[in-house]
DNA sequence: CGACATCTGTTGCTTAGGCAACGGTTCGCG
DNA sequence: CGCGAACCGTTGCCTAAGCAACAGATGTCG
């Protein structure tokens, strides 16, 4: 089995109610125990028990607990920006509302503080949220202001690595600032890169 | 079907876990609706589909959705009950810590304000609430003091519907008294009544 | 070293849930 | 009155979840 491998972690309609509950469940019991201890002395059979689910349906979901630890941050960084409608459309403070979103799921997300570093949760986070503000970028780009689709890729791909790399060092600093005023630095200092290569070539 | 009838609501071990998983989706589902309308203007395709559960998979549990309002508010108040561990033992104020947890499930309980009255939702909780605190106080008197059974069961009785009425009136008072402050009232009033018949025959 | 414990993937069988469809009731509205 | 809409209670078929059991890997303690 194994439906929801890596990359059709988000197929989230269109699916039988009790996938979906399981594949909830399952990512809301590894949330839970991350909270309680790190990535890898968590076991398969205590995701399963915490989920309230058999051993057995766990590998019927995810072959693995690394690829259920994938799915669930993509898919709670993905609801969350959905959730708060975030899109580059024609009015500005897109990229500050990007921001935002980063920084307040860093901050919720557990298995990440001022300690640790380089792990398998980092890794997961990481990758989960470039694609995903990729995504957002990639789409408000292609409907407001379409360009040359290699220069779009770059473009989205810089900004999306910018922001994830400042948000990443903003959550690991001692003595931060506000969220918001975090995003408001950084929208201020990227919105030149976005408009500026408009339609370029 | 059926399984979970009137009588046998709480036999919560032991169950495959989808059935307990159904039933309390069911039941969070009913508790959630009768915040928002009034029982008789829920129908159970409202909460099947508010359980995220099927509507067939409704009738599989329950015949009706009165038995579904017996067994969730019994099994709410029980569950009360029991993670606060109230029970009658050698040490007092047992009647007070029973007298708190009827007044803070009937504040809690949605469905029951200061208004309405005489609904189908007053009459399942006044029935769950009677019948496991004459359970509490039937098993804490056998165990504590035995006494002739059917002077037993009659004590039992007066003091469930004494608390549960007392609860009642004071629930639906507009400028009532705290919880703790009733609770110990009804305790200095009743105590003596539990304990002034001890052996008697 | 062996004994014991725990976790891992995987299997086959049983059971509960999803779904579509049915006929039947009630209600409101033109 | 007829019509549609919504709810009811039930059915049969299909799929996902529970469960027990397996062999194998790892690890730890005496």
Redesign the interface.
């Given at each position: 089995m194994h439906d929801a491998g890596e990359s059709e972690c988000r197929k989230d309609a269109l699916l039988d109610?009790r996938i979906r509950?399981s594949r909830q469940m399952l990512h809301d019991a590894l949330a839970q125990l991350l909270t309680q201890k790190e990535f890898d002395k968590i076991s398969i059979q205590e995701i399963a028990e915490q989920a309230?689910?058999?051993r057995a349906t766990f590998y019927s979901h995810y072959p693995d607990k690394f690829t259920l630890l994938n799915c669930m941050v993509g898919t709670r960084f993905h609801g969350l920006m959905a959730r708060r409608n975030v899109q580059v459309n024609d009015c500005g403070g897109a990229l500050k509302a990007i921001a935002m979103g980063v920084c307040d799921f860093l901050i919720d997300m557990p298995g990440v503080g001022v300690a640790a570093g380089g792990g398998q949760v980092e890794g997961s986070i990481q990758m989960a949220i470039v694609e995903v503000v990729q995504g957002i970028l990639l789409r408000g780009m292609n409907r407001h202001e379409p360009r040359d689709p290699v220069d779009a890729k770059t473009l989205a791909a810089t900004i999306a690595w910018a922001i994830y790399g400042a948000a990443y060092t903003w959550v690991r600093t001692e003595e931060r600032c506000t969220a918001e005023h975090m995003a408001e630095a950084l929208d201020r200092l990227i919105s030149p890169m976005l408009h500026a290569g408009a339609s370029g070539g």
């Open positions: 109610p509950r309230g689910l058999n």
